[in-house]
């Protein structure tokens, strides 16, 4: 049986070497097929050790998956998960010509040593079907590989070994992928955990990190998880998030909203978006960091997790880092909202406020650094105040409110709050315009609105509309900045 395992990994290795040396300079072919022909070489030496126990496995189920699973497993033991993970990595890079000859070269192997040797005849698709899920064992994430694989699921839900459900277009639905018991499940996500340098276990049954293409991932185990394992995994499409065109077609916005809000960030206003989880927050961000002028020097960008995917030259992206396992090394979002401030930034892109750098934020925006913007949770712009205002007190809980809810006012001139409708549908509900203070009450006037109509073929009917407000203190900045807005536009 050693045969079996031996023979297709040794052509891989002869196919791998033999490439070596035809790909010239390129450095990361180079030394993806170097990873690639380790990764044989690690595994050829565990062969004889699982050589008893692996034919019974081989023969169940037309069972190649579970046999080299368990073969992965006892390499990665062995010699640390980052070679599979590093392999799995650099294979979404591979130029094309080379990923294609190098795994046709592993997928014939596999058919001529192995199941020709076995007597198993597959029809083609069934045996693409096999060889694919070999290789997201061996190299990937096992079930969740055709899930993160798929353009149109945003989400992956893990709720133990055989509830998997994913959102796809807005909407929840189950999906057929499963994982065989909470032991292969904890294996994927240590895969997933341990390169990062992170630790999941009973002392660390919960983290949050991302995977290498800005994936966001949140884990929890037994004992605070009384369901088993649960993992949830928010995808990262930084090539595809939406444009102003895309959010005019999906009905997401009008036009005179577009055209109201493209001045408004050229006029370098400062703009706070809100909405709930998913609500399409970030995709808004990342269009309104899209309508800055080419011209502008320096636009800083402060993520949590890298997900705005600017177009701009003069783009700098600082990302947070949690602390080590020893509890050191931690930056913070205020960290880099301070850091960010000595940078000489034309303008700061706050990815997401969750805490006290809402009130460097604020003083930021209130000290010349115009045009800045960030998002934060909220259900509605008088909550994005509040909430604001909370997390600003996180910050220096002496301030007066009544100065903090000055400073607000100053700092920002709109809130646009974007929510996820029933039928999965994101719409801007509210364009608002902060309009000072009155008393200790800050003034906020709606400019465009969203007005439901009904529920019709399962979809949300209704339209945008104007209010009737004319935004006067938005109107007096703009023709600071040169910009003349026709007050027709805010005609209902």
Known sequence: MQSNIVEPLNLLLSQ???YEQTIGANPTARMAVSVLASLARQVLQQVR????GLHPTVLEALGLEPALEALAGQVMRAHGIQIALTAGRLRQRLPPPLETALFRAAQDALDRAVLAEEKIVLARAERKRLFEQIVAELLGLGPLEPLLADPDVAEILVDGPKRVYIERRGKFEDSPQAFRDEAHLMAIIRRIVEPTGRRVDESHPFVDLRLWDGSRVNVVIPPISMSGPVLTIRKFFAKTLPTAADLIRYGSWAEPIVEFLRLSVAGRLNIVVSGGTGSGKTALLNIFGGMIPSDERR??????????NLPQKYVVTLETRPP???GRGEVTMQDLVRNALKMRP???LLGEALGAEALDMLQAM???YDGSMMTLHANNPRDALARLEIMSLLGNPSIPLLALREQMASAIQLIVHVERL???SRKIMTVAE????QGDVIRLNGIFRFEHQGFEGGKVIGRFAATGHTPNRVLDRLKQENIELPTSLFMP
Do not use: H
């Open 299 to 308: 636009i800083i960008v402060i993520q949590n997790a890298t997900e705005l």
């Open 366 to 368: 209130n000290t010349g």
């Open 422 to 424: 029933r039928d999965g």
């Open 16 to 18: 791998a070497n033999a």
């Open 324 to 326: 080590s396992l020893e």
């Open 346 to 348: 034309d303008r700061i």
């Open 434 to 437: 902060v309009d000072g203070i």
């Open 49 to 52: 050790d699982l050589e008893a």
